[in-house]
């Protein structure tokens, strides 16, 4: 007899259960918080003649699931989570068809009749999850790395493709250093050969140097006769690249 177990995890409320049968609901939202003494009075009203009929199904709540999974899948029952994307598709499909948009105890009661081949079994953390969580971190600040950086190479193309050839698409700490106090291609010429290459070698550690800084005085004076605008004049480009540059690379650097 295939009894399955759904728990509807809360994070500071209380959590609700619902019991099923081969798909049957024997009862449904019993209350109880993770405590020792609710899980046990849980456990044993649930009567269970052999451990392993049991299936307990859960949706990774933040972190409070995994005390409730563990403790299950101490008692021997199997413990399997809904995937993220299952549950989205289903509180997409609840949001249209019922008044809430919650996936409760008794529909996960019912998943494993629904969409067996849809659910993970929970094995245990294991060593793996902590790299798991730090690999996912790493590739969500990849994403917001290069969508800056994106929004950089866009901005940059507004003074000119000889600054970009000249910075090199290379968005180290000295290109952006360079970007937040120099954009401006009026500073550029003020500033000067030599006081630049001072500048660029403090900051690249030596790796750029007096060719580099040749250059960007070049793409400096090139984005002036862009724009049409003589050494005197003010910088009057309607979409102000110099201040956007310097927003961009404090929030890269």
Same mark, same amino acid.
């Given at each position: 007899?295939?009894?399955?177990?759904?728990?509807?995890?809360?994070?500071?409320?209380?959590?609700?259960?619902?019991?099923?049968?081969?798909g049957?609901?024997?009862?449904?939202?019993?209350?109880?918080?993770?405590?020792?003494?609710?899980?046990?009075?849980?456990?044993? +009203?649930?009567?269970l003649? +052999?451990?392993?009929?049991?299936?307990?199904?859960?949706?990774?709540?933040?972190?409070?699931?995994?005390?409730?999974?563990?403790?299950?899948?101490?008692?021997?029952?199997?413990?399997?989570?809904?995937?993220?994307?299952?549950?989205?598709?289903?509180?997409?499909?609840?949001?249209?068809?019922?008044?809430?948009?919650?996936?409760?105890?008794?529909?996960?009661?019912?998943?494993?009749?629904?969409?067996?081949?849809? %659910?993970?079994?929970?094995?245990?953390?294991? #060593?793996?999850?902590?790299?798991?969580?730090?690999?996912?971190?790493r590739?969500?600040?990849?994403?917001?790395?290069?969508?800056?950086?994106?929004? %950089? +190479?866009?901005?940059?193309?507004?003074?000119? #493709?000889?600054?970009?050839?000249?910075?090199?698409?290379?968005?180290?700490?000295?290109?952006?250093?360079?970007?937040?106090r120099?954009?401006?291609?009026?500073?550029?010429?003020?500033?000067?050969?030599?006081?630049?290459?001072?500048?660029?070698?403090?900051?690249?550690?030596?790796?750029?140097?007096?060719?580099?800084?040749?250059?960007?005085?070049?793409?400096?004076?090139?984005?002036?006769?862009?724009?049409?605008?003589?050494?005197?004049?003010?910088w009057?480009? #309607?979409?102000?690249?110099?201040?956007?540059?310097?927003?961009?690379?404090?929030?890269?650097?």
């Amino acid at each position: 007899m295939a009894l399955t177990l759904g728990i509807d995890v809360a994070c500071r409320a209380a959590h609700q259960a619902t019991l099923a049968v081969e798909g049957k609901t024997v009862w449904r939202g019993r209350k109880f918080w993770t405590r020792s003494a609710e899980l046990e009075r849980l456990w044993d +009203d649930l009567e269970l003649a +052999d451990p392993a009929e049991l299936t307990v199904v859960v949706e990774p709540t933040r972190n409070a699931w995994i005390v409730v999974a563990e403790w299950f899948r101490r008692r021997g029952a199997k413990v399997v989570m809904v995937p993220t994307t299952q549950s989205s598709d289903l509180r997409k499909y609840y949001s249209k068809h019922t008044k809430n948009d919650r996936i409760d105890s008794e529909l996960l009661a019912r998943l494993p009749l629904l969409h067996p081949e849809g %659910l993970r079994e929970y094995s245990g953390q294991g #060593p793996a999850d902590p790299l798991r969580r730090l690999t996912k971190q790493r590739s969500t600040m990849v994403k917001r790395r290069t969508a800056v950086f994106a929004r %950089l +190479d866009a901005l940059i193309e507004l003074l000119g #493709p000889a600054w970009y050839e000249a910075i090199n698409a290379r968005y180290g700490i000295a290109a952006l250093e360079f970007l937040a106090r120099y954009a401006d291609p009026h500073a550029v010429i003020r500033l000067g050969q030599a006081r630049l290459t001072r500048f660029l070698i403090a900051r690249s550690r030596g790796a750029w140097r007096e060719d580099r800084a040749a250059a960007l005085i070049v793409a400096a004076k090139e984005a002036l006769a862009l724009w049409g605008i003589g050494d005197g004049d003010g910088w009057t480009s #309607p979409s102000s690249p110099p201040t956007s540059h310097m927003r961009l690379s404090r929030h890269c650097s």
